[in-house]
């Protein structure tokens, strides 16, 4: 017989509907709840990309935090059974803690006693804008809903110290920027079955840019997915000055320069409209250090661990890898990569993230099928 007993956070009027706090109100199994941060030096030295998720009809907590320095990338995983305390944002050696929610938060990964020279650190972020939403997400394959998500978006400051490879570095916030989302709604999550759905209404394309940036005394996102033909499904482009209406830039449209051989962008432009004067503005992209969430990050296609799959009680994984090779690392260039970036806008410089996926056919880059590379 299930629990049914009251939870912690039933003492608080939090509410959306008449059932406990330990429940969604969806019986679906890829109901999720999660959180992303992303630190990064100005240089291009160090991408730390770090995350927690629960999956409640899944019964299952997870966290990863993933560290390149050069060509190595420093994992840790750890997943368990999801208990009653929604508001311990901790599993293993990996914990977030709220100080003061949308305004400072501290980021912890524990030390391996048996391993001194893996992945450990103690942050804390603090934010330098308010919370922004994204347009709400929608995805369908046929008439099933696959995906439905609301999600926020923040820029802040890192400070504190990250171990890694027997180096200390320190983070500091002048020569750091840090960005987070958080978002919860229906997700896939690994262990459904291929149905008709998926055979009837296999995807051909998927073009994904997602940009967060730190321009000092303001704040840009910009958000855009598109299917193979070029249809966006997702559009967003707003300035956040504090004390000042927010803008909303028009419709983005990007000018991606790849490597050769491959769909690794190395720079990009952003095309927006300034609504005031109704010019165009031109955002340069200019990719410091990359991270493909395939590799130990649990984002698919991973290979080894995704999210919300369960490990048993109590499961820490901690691992390297070797990013010099691509070929060693087929599936990352079929999942989303996140790259550290340089931004400029009307002689300003900003920090922020590049995050890009683009796989399959996509007619507006001249991409004719899953395996169409730059020229």
């Not at 990352?332 to 300003?348: C, N």
Request: with cysteine; charged share 25%.
């Amino acid at each position: 017989m299930a629990d049914d007993r009251p939870v912690p956070l039933d003492e608080y009027p939090v509410h959306q509907v008449p059932l406990s706090m330990k429940y969604v109100a969806t019986g679906d199994r890829n109901a999720y709840d999660r959180c992303i941060f992303h630190l990064f030096d100005h240089r291009g030295r160090a991408l730390l990309i770090l995350g927690l998720g629960v999956y409640p009809n899944l019964g299952v907590i997870d966290a990863y935090a993933t560290l390149r320095i050069g060509d190595t990338l420093h994992a840790v995983r750890a997943s368990d059974a999801l208990g009653e305390d929604r508001m311990n944002l901790g599993v293993g050696p990996l914990r977030i803690t709220v100080d003061e929610p949308l305004h400072r938060i501290r980021l912890t990964c524990a030390a391996d006693p048996d391993d001194p020279t893996s992945l450990s650190y103690d942050l804390t972020w603090t934010a330098d804008f308010p919370a922004l939403w994204e347009p709400h997400h929608v995805q369908r394959r046929g008439d099933r809903l696959t995906l439905e998500g609301r999600r926020f978006v923040q820029a802040g400051r890192p400070a504190g110290v990250i171990r890694a490879g027997g180096e200390e570095i320190a983070v500091t916030a002048g020569e750091w920027t840090a960005t987070r989302d958080r978002s919860w709604g229906v997700r896939p999550v690994p262990g459904e079955e291929r149905g008709r759905l998926e055979e009837e209404f296999a995807t051909e394309g998927f073009h994904w840019i997602w940009c967060p940036v730190h321009f000092g005394d303001r704040f840009l996102m910009v958000v855009a997915q598109e299917d193979a033909d070029g249809h966006r499904t997702l559009n967003d482009a707003t300035l956040v000055r504090p004390g000042r209406p927010d803008r909303q830039l028009g419709w983005p449209r990007t000018d991606i320069t790849y490597r050769s051989g491959t769909r690794h962008p190395e720079r990009a432009v952003i095309h927006l409209t300034d609504p005031d004067g109704h010019k165009p503005l031109e955002v340069g992209v200019e990719v410091l250090a990359s991270l493909p969430l395939a590799v130990g990050a649990g984002y698919p296609p991973a290979d080894d661990w995704q999210h919300g799959t369960w490990r048993g009680r109590d499961w820490t994984d901690r691992r390297s890898y070797d990013l010099s090779d691509p070929a060693a690392h087929p599936l990352a260039a079929y999942g989303v990569i996140d790259h550290a970036a340089r931004f400029t806008l009307e002689g300003r410089t900003g920090h922020g993230i590049f995050e890009h996926g683009s796989f399959g056919r996509h007619d507006p880059s001249g991409f004719t099928g899953f395996d169409s590379v730059a020229p």
